[in-house]
């Protein structure tokens, strides 16, 4: 049973980077991919990208090329998405989940509980 | 990019009734790759269906998927009070992936 922990709030200015972290345990992390997924308040699910741990390819949203970052650690089963010159509308909820097939073609099966990331001067 | 229209946006209905949520693609979704999320207020999504009519591990046998190339369906045959939140259609056929805009399942 995989299970996905995600690190905690942040509140950043606008302009500034942030990291969220996502877990993973219960199963083989380097045999799946990680998608992430952003939630803006009142709002629906938005797909931001994907990496694969199997491979390390990566696809990113068109929108956000040039300031989303996905990367994976094998050795601690940890994905990490790094967002750069945050905006206010960049405020969310973001999810990680796994992508079922690793080479990107998979649904998500497990999800992270969410990070909120605000962004406020 | 394919773009996913859920409909209605929202259903009002009563429990034990039976609900249908429709979801279009704006062209023919690969091999199927068409999957079902619920969300619960203030919790991550949870997978429901994948590749269009397969449950997911624990889903309860009231929730069903049908359709296939742009049509497709979720269906939940008995409403239970758990039921009543919001539902989301994803494809993962193609690059990028992408969800419908949710439709809300309320208790009338």
């Known amino acids: 049973q995989g299970h996905l922990v995600q690190s905690g709030a942040e509140v950043k200015k606008p302009g500034a980077s942030v990291r969220v972290s996502c877990k993973a345990s219960?199963?083989?992390?380097?045999?799946?991919?990680i998608s992430w997924v952003r939630q803006a308040p009142g709002q629906g699910l938005e797909y931001m990208g994907w990496?694969?741990?199997?491979?390390?390819?990566?696809n990113y949203a068109q929108k956000l090329q040039g300031r989303v970052t996905m990367t994976t650690d094998t050795s601690t089963s940890t994905a990490y998405m790094d967002l750069r010159s945050l905006r206010s509308d960049d405020t969310a909820v973001y999810y990680c989940?796994?992508?079922?097939?690793?080479?990107?073609?998979?649904?998500?099966?497990?999800w992270g509980q969410g990070t909120l990331v605000t962004v406020s001067s | 990019e394919i773009v996913l229209t859920q409909s209605p946006g929202t259903l009002s209905l009563s429990p034990g009734e039976r609900a249908t949520l429709s979801c279009r693609a704006s062209?023919?979704?690969?091999?199927?790759?068409l999957a079902w999320y619920q969300q619960k207020p203030g919790q991550a999504p949870r997978l429901l269906i994948y590749?269009?009519?397969n449950r997911a591990t624990g889903i309860p046998d009231r929730f069903s998927g049908s359709g296939s190339g742009t049509e497709f369906s979720l269906t939940i045959s008995r409403l239970e009070p758990e039921d009543f939140v919001v539902y989301y259609c994803?494809?993962?056929?193609?690059?990028?992936?992408?969800f419908g805009q949710g439709t809300k399942v309320e208790s009338k």
């Open positions: 989940a796994r992508e079922s097939s690793g080479y990107y073609y998979g649904r998500y099966d497990y």
């Open positions: 219960g199963y083989t992390f380097s045999s799946y991919g």
């Open positions: 990496i694969s741990a199997l491979n390390g390819n990566t």
């Open positions: 062209q023919s979704v690969s091999k199927n790759y």
């Open positions: 590749g269009a009519s």
């Open positions: 994803q494809q993962y056929g193609h690059s990028p992936h992408t």
